[in-house]
């Protein structure tokens, strides 16, 4: 059975009333907590802050998913706490120094990953595959929840993962993430996916957040 990790896309649960979120997380087993860091420079939005991230490091044991959407993230790794176990995710048109910013993670502790956007192509990673942990495939273009699934991304994960094969890199982990409704990511882990963030199209505020979360991974399960 391929792994598949779900991690819950935090800016789209309500900040109050959050504690009832973390335990239904908990209660469906789910490997880490997506954390979308927006600065309105490298995004068009403002999200999840400092705070709202040394809050949550207090309140879960899970491990926490950094999606680090804004400029330079190399010199605020700091101002997070990042390190100790967490995931991070750098973006490649971030930074000018994206082999120093993955090296600097790794020293802290985390897990470096790094994050493409849908227009960016794969050789990004030529260079920095023997530094990271994983790779975050933007199936949107980040800033915002709610749009709709850019069709081409699909086969990026596909090409992906076929340059991961052929490396000898089938480890490295492929996260996905915008529009990943449980009929898309049944595509996308067909494609080669494993780990997928659940934001609006997954989830919604009125079900049982558990049993949603149960019935996602069920749903993903043989794909
Ligand atoms: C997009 C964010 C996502 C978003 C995905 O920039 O990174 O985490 O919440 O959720 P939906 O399903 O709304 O696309
Ligand atoms: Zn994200």
Same mark, same amino acid.
């Given at each position: 059975m391929?792994?598949?990790?779900l991690?819950p896309?935090?800016?789209? !649960?309500p900040? /109050?009333g959050?504690?009832r979120?973390l335990a239904d997380?908990a209660?469906?087993? $789910?490997?880490l ?5 927006m600065d309105?420079?490298f995004?068009?939005?403002?999200? %999840?802050?400092?705070n ?6 207090? #309140?879960t044991d899970?491990?926490?998913? %950094? ?5 330079e993230?190399?010199?605020k790794l ?6 100790g ?6 973006h490649a048109e971030? +930074?000018?120094h994206l082999?120093r910013t993955v090296e600097?993670?790794r020293s802290l ?5 790094? #994050?493409l956007n849908p227009? +960016?192509p794969?050789?990004?990673l030529?260079?920095? /595959?023997d530094?990271i942990?994983?790779? %975050? /495939?933007?199936?949107v ?5 709610g749009?709709a699934?850019i069709?081409?991304?699909? #086969?990026?994960? =596909?090409? /992906?993962?076929?340059?991961l094969v052929?490396?000898?890199? =089938?480890d ?7 529009? $990943? ?7 996308m =882990? =067909? &494609?080669?996916?494993?780990t !997928? $963030?659940?934001?609006?199209s ?7 957040? #558990?049993d949603?979360?149960r ?5 993903i399960?043989? &794909?």
């Amino acid at each position: 059975m391929p792994e598949r990790r779900l991690a819950p896309s935090m800016m789209c !649960f309500p900040t /109050l009333g959050l504690d009832r979120v973390l335990a239904d997380c908990a209660a469906a087993a $789910v490997e880490l907590l997506h954390i979308d860091v927006m600065d309105g420079r490298f995004v068009p939005n403002l999200m %999840l802050g400092t705070n709202y991230v040394a809050d949550l490091r207090q #309140a879960t044991d899970i491990t926490l998913d %950094l999606h680090l959407m804004i400029q330079e993230p190399g010199d605020k790794l700091d101002w997070f706490a990042a390190g100790g176990g967490d995931w991070v995710s750098v973006h490649a048109e971030s +930074t000018a120094h994206l082999q120093r910013t993955v090296e600097r993670v790794r020293s802290l502790g985390g897990h470096p990953r790094v #994050a493409l956007n849908p227009a +960016t192509p794969l050789s990004a990673l030529d260079w920095v /595959l023997d530094d990271i942990d994983g790779i %975050l /495939l933007m199936t949107v273009n980040p800033g915002y929840a709610g749009q709709a699934l850019i069709p081409q991304t699909v #086969a990026k994960i =596909a090409q /992906l993962k076929a340059q991961l094969v052929e490396r000898g890199r =089938a480890d490295l982990d492929i996260e996905v993430d915008g529009n $990943v409704s449980a009929p898309n990511a049944v595509a996308m =882990a =067909a &494609a080669g996916a494993s780990t !997928f $963030v659940l934001g609006t199209s997954a989830i919604n505020l009125v079900k049982p957040l #558990a049993d949603q979360l149960r019935a996602f991974r069920a749903a993903i399960a043989d &794909a």
